[in-house]
């Protein structure tokens, strides 16, 4: 790896990191921008629609919705202490504390909201392979986020990984951000 590619990933981690735990990043500082993704369930909605994870932020469900390459459902992993959490672009602040994605508990069937940073076990969801699928796993307990079903506006929840369609995600790339 290039010196100036360590560098950049390096300052990326940095701002993101500070932003992160509600450290005011001013804009001309951010010169890193950090990738990053949108989430679509593997298996197509009604009529062949690509579903999208969405969230809206501050104490916002996390749901499906169409893919638009909205705020909402472009996402990125951010190091937390020791942790990786997941927030997405609508939930984070540069100025103010910033939100990530959690879970009610460790049990399937918890639901998921947008809470602030904390780095707690509920929080630290990583992209991933898990069982048959890419998707998130929990790195305390092994379980993953699924699908409650392939609708628009489906919660999405913990489930015990069995490599079902509803836990299977694919990650594209949808711009970065600084």
Do not use: E, H
């Not at 939930?91 to 918890?110: C, E, I, M, N, P």
């Not at 609708?151 to 913990?158: D, E, I, L, Q």
Request: glycine share 10%; net charge positive.
């Amino acid at each position: 790896m290039r010196p100036n590619t360590r560098r950049f990933r390096a300052a990326a981690v940095l701002v993101a990191a500070a932003a992160a735990v509600g450290i005011a990043v001013p804009a001309q500082s951010a010169s890193a921008a950090i990738p990053v993704y949108n989430y679509q369930l593997t298996r197509l909605g009604s009529g062949g629609t690509k579903l999208c994870l969405t969230s809206t932020g501050k104490g916002a469900a996390v749901v499906l919705q169409k893919c638009a390459n909205t705020s909402a459902q472009r996402w990125f992993q951010l190091s937390y202490g020791n942790a990786v959490v997941l927030t997405n672009v609508a939930s984070v602040s540069k100025t103010s504390r910033s939100y990530v994605l959690t879970a009610s508990s460790q049990s399937s069937g918890a639901t998921f909201t947008m809470q602030p940073v904390s780095g707690g076990t509920t929080q630290q969801w990583k992209y991933g392979r898990s069982v048959q699928n890419n998707g998130f796993v929990n790195n305390a307990s092994g379980r993953v986020l699924a699908a409650s079903s392939v609708a628009s506006g489906a919660r999405v929840k913990v489930a015990t990984a069995d490599g079902g369609y509803l836990q299977g995600w694919s990650d594209y790339g949808s711009g970065s951000y600084s």
